[in-house]
């Protein structure tokens, strides 16, 4: 497993063959380690199964979780792993050896937080964006996207009609959830309607009784309310003729009806609560006992300017409480920050980003379908990275940050007189030293010879593969996200502490057969 | 003190802004924004005429704010805030051109433009319901840019003296204060305190770039400053400026000349010392048969050296000159 993700690490990276399972076509070429990883899905040795998929866990993991870094997690995993076994094998405590390696962890993380310096503006996100991607275009302008929609901004990556990369920005936000009817899409060149400092009913109501959608028109209408948005659930044939019926004389009154946003009960709770904060609405929940009958014109959230189509509704400029938005901000970054789970990150992610205030698409453009979906997928994984590198800043590239953090083991390791200490701390030393080793061989340079000439050169320098030489690589833009980097490191360290505690292996070996066992 | 109150005291209209050519010593030109149109002034705010002639409008064309290119001398560059949208004058205006904003239409609350505007061609519009609009064109086409800026109602604008290098600018909302470090793109909240918003009025110091000072003026809390670009806050002259703080302007030598002003509601105070202590500008003027005369909005082109000019514009009309 992780000879098969290590030719993946660094700017001048091995390509991967992986044998395709059905089809006829060639092998699936293929130079990221998260992609790799997801491939391999079995090898023919149990015991070595077992400890791949172990790896391949832990890897896919990482990658679901910032978006990068599996190959420096490979190679840091397998170094500690093997010197651990080496050093067990010798007559060390496995116990004791994890207990420390955890510890040198903690040392390694807060050295890397404490190197980490803030990034902003599009010319260092592009440089930690190609970093990551190697695709200067690229990475130029997820450099410029990120710059403007921020780290949990709203990114959506599409499939482009030329051949180039593209980006769109849009103002307000919108949700899945178009109209009813497509006779209340007035505008039928651009296929949508818009209407202008609007009424919204936000709620998941189902609206079924004509009498009684006509009864709350009319006192809207009294209220002064001359553009409604009605959400539901579900609209009647019927009142959805009473709404067109309302609505014939659009510079009078307008009403339309979109759907409620989202497919889950949790999903559409949290799009109707963001909904709420942000124009200023109290939502009429069905299984709240809410119905149309008591809606009042208070109840209605507000906009600027609402626009629909089939598909979507979108909101420009809320009239929302900017105070009480804020704070359902907060309580959603909160929510974030303690969420382990990719998919309730992402979920997040994207209502702080919608409530925001804006979003961009990415076109991505290409000559055939497979470098089109492969360029997206890149792109996403870079997106993902930026945005983590946003948050916790960047570190000085190319391994160079790994090598910056062993001295303080080193040191621990003078310090201390229990075997089983030292021996963690040395095993950690020379694990960071793999990912810049792995760098330089793949890249075809003699890792021992450059490692000599950065050990003679200033800190906080290392190797710029392109150029052959050693640089500041802080100063030539060679960047990696701190958050990126720390991760690796904390997976490959904490995965290859438990591995070595692993005493029995057991195995099913088919459905009726009794489980087998066997030492590892 | 008082040089001149001008004819259009007469008029029963609030002066929103005033604006001042950078040649204003030798050319005496200046503008003022009131509910009754844009005027002009070439005597240095003594006397007035209408700039709107040409437009040969049926009403009044309420303007809500006024500003004057850095390169007027040059260019004659003037632009007016107006509902939904925002006029250009490349002949001191003589002569306009509008831009309409997206509708529904906005307010304008003000207006900001680059320092290097003869370069860049950025102006910025704050407006009341709207968020900020940007232009990149001189004026001719304007777009909403709101990443991020939480709250959509603008009521100040301070752009950076160094806007070509660092792209900074601040909003001041009605709910706190937003700073954009990427040309006005995207916006992300500094640690200014909600509850002591709206902000009225920002400015920066001249020496932004090293010193980081920016001052904000509040509706109910006075005047706060902060020395490291925002991030965090004191109050300068807390029992003496307790007032709405509805202008701020800095001696175009902060910090080694370290005067400020600001106009409270009916009054100007100076200060010598960086906003540490505080004295009357100079009652007198601003009264009329001791009555205090609510004050909107202010200029003072040539800084504020003793005896240098400073424009007043009333919540009644009329501008003095002080």
Known sequence: ????????????????????????????????????????????????????????????????????????????????????????????????????????????????????????????????????????????????????????????????????????YVEGMYWKGGVFSRQMILDRAKLRTEMENAAILIGDLDIEDPRQLAQLLNKLVRANIRSLVIMARKLSDDCSAVLLTASRDPAKFQAIAVKVPASTVSDRAAALEDLAALTGGHPAIGAAGASLSRVEPQDLGRARRVWADRTYLGIVGGKGDPRALRAHIATLRAAFDRADDPGDRRKLRERIGKLMGGSATLWVGGVTEIEIERRKELAERTADALRGAIVEGVLPGGGASLLACRPALRQMADQSSDPDERAAYRILVRALEEPIRTILTNAGHDASEVMAEIKRADAGHGFDVRSGQVVDVAQAGILDSASVQQEAVRSAVAGAALALTIDVLVHHTDFDAQPSMGTG | MVDNVSEETQTQDLVYALAASPGFAQDGVCFAARGSGLYRSDDGGTTWHPAYGSLNTEGALATTAVLVSPEFESDQSVFAGVHGGILRSVDGGETWNAAILRSPPPIIST?????????????????????????????????????????????????????????????????????????????????????????????????????????????????????????????????????????????????????????????????????????????????????????????????????APLLVGLVEGGVLRL
Request: hydrophobic share 40%; glycine share 10%.
């Open chain 1, 1 to 168: 497993m992780v000879a098969s993700v290590r030719p993946t690490l660094g700017p001048l990276p091995r390509i991967v063959a992986i044998e395709r399972l059905v089809s006829d076509k060639g092998p699936e070429i293929l130079d990221d380690g998260g992609v790799i990883v997801r491939r391999i899905l079995q090898l023919q040795d149990r015991d070595e199964d077992m400890g791949a998929m172990f790896v391949r866990h832990m890897l896919w993991h990482l990658h679901e979780r910032v978006g990068d870094g599996t190959a420096t997690a490979a190679v840091v995993f397998q170094s500690v792993y093997d010197q651990g076994v080496r050093y067990l094998v010798s007559g060390g405590n496995a116990m004791q050896m994890r207990r420390y390696l955890e510890k040198g962890m903690r040392v390694i993380h807060d050295d890397l937080a404490g190197m980490a310096t803030h990034v902003d503006g599009k010319e260092k996100l592009a440089q930690i964006a190609e970093s990551i991607c190697y695709d200067p275009p690229l990475a130029k302008m997820l450099g410029e996207i990120f710059s403007i929609i921020g780290e949990h901004g709203r990114l959506d990556v599409r499939s482009g009609r030329g051949r180039e990369l593209e980006r769109e």
């Open chain 2, 111 to 307: 207006l900001a433009v680059s320092p290097d505007f003869v370069r860049d061609g950025t102006l910025f519009a704050g407006t009341v319901e709207d968020g900020v609009f940007r232009s990149a064109d001189r004026g001719s086409r304007w777009s909403a840019w709101n990443f991020g800026l939480l709250d959509l109602s603008v009521i100040s604008l301070a752009i950076s003296p160094r806007f070509a290098a660092d792209e900074t600018l601040f909003a001041g909302t009605e709910t706190g204060i937003f700073r954009s470090t990427n040309g006005g793109r995207a916006w992300r909240e500094v640690s200014f305190p909600t509850e002591f918003a709206p902000v009225l009025s920002l400015v920066l110091s001249p020496n932004y770039e090293s010193d980081g000072v920016l001052f904000a003026g509040t509706e109910s809390c006075g005047l706060f400053r902060s020395d490291d670009r925002g991030d965090t806050w004191t109050r300068p002259g807390e029992d003496v400026v307790d007032d709405i703080v509805n202008a701020i302007v800095l001696s175009p030598a902060f910090p080694a000349s370290p005067d400020v002003l600001v106009m409270l509601s009916t009054a100007l105070l100076i200060s010598r010392d960086g906003g540490q202590s505080w004295s009357d500008w100079g009652s007198g003027p601003i009264s009329e048969g001791g009555d205090d005369r609510a004050l909107a909005s202010i200029l003072a082109p040539q800084g504020l050296d003793t005896g």
